[in-house]
């Protein structure tokens, strides 16, 4: 909940009181960010005992996370237009 609260804070501070002119700066900030958040993000899995041993078992529950919503969020669609195209072709 506080990463929503400080995602909106951001938005927010973002769209009303950051003026355009530093746009580019806050583009060169954020891909700086990025890159040190994954940077340490790596060295914090670097330090893993048996990180080689669960590599396998990270990479099956990765694809887990990806499989479950994207077929989910395919079917919803797929109804959602199927419903709304038929309705909107009926009349």
Do not use: H
């Amino acid at each position: 909940m506080d990463i929503l609260i400080v995602m909106l804070a951001g938005v927010l501070i973002g769209n009303r009181f950051f003026p355009p002119s530093c746009k580019k700066w806050n583009e060169r900030l954020q891909v700086a960010c990025t890159a040190l958040l994954i940077f340490t993000m790596g060295i914090s899995m670097g330090q893993r005992e048996n990180f080689l041993q669960e590599l396998s078992q990270l990479g099956l529950t990765s694809f887990l996370f990806f499989l479950f919503p994207a077929a989910v969020s395919t079917i919803f669609v797929y109804f959602l237009s199927r419903w709304f195209l038929d309705r909107k072709g009926g009349r």
